[in-house]
């Protein structure tokens, strides 16, 4: 799948440096058009006031966690559709089936690797146009 390098992902984590590297990788997989935020928080106000293609974003920070993020936008109809990629430096398995119920269309484990990353939001996006397949084959 051919993904537009266009899209305008929002990237969310509470630790600078690691904001940094990550929209670096990011330009680098050639997306150019990402904005950052430092806590869910601030994340859910952006996603409020513009549309965003794809959020991006580390499960533990202050104020609002990314697990908490998705619960919201996931409860919200004009956000529960846009593709959420969870990062995070914990593998446990308990977490993992709560990102999952919560709705999450990936998850990721740090550090930021380029090749990973593109992966993920590759699957991302198919997974969500296989989505709209189905659903258009349903409507006829």
Do not use: C
């Not at 266009?6 to 990550?22: E, S, T």
């Amino acid at each position: 799948m051919n993904i537009d390098k266009n899209i305008k992902i929002l990237l969310v984590d509470d630790a600078l440096a690691i904001r940094m590297v990550a929209q670096k990788i990011l330009q680098k997989l050639g997306y150019a058009n990402v904005t950052l935020a430092e806590n869910g928080m601030k994340a859910l106000e952006k996603i409020k006031t513009e549309p965003y293609n794809l959020v991006i974003a580390d499960w533990q920070m202050p104020e609002m966690t990314g697990i908490d993020l998705i619960i919201e936008m996931r409860k919200d109809d004009n956000l529960k559709d846009i593709p959420f990629i969870l990062v995070t430096a914990d593998d446990d398995h308990d977490n993992m089936v709560l990102a999952i119920k919560a709705g999450i269309s990936n998850m990721m484990k740090k550090p930021y690797q380029a090749n990973v990353l593109e992966a993920k939001i590759n699957r991302v996006f198919e997974f969500h146009a296989e989505l709209k397949r189905r659903a258009e084959r349903k409507k006829k």
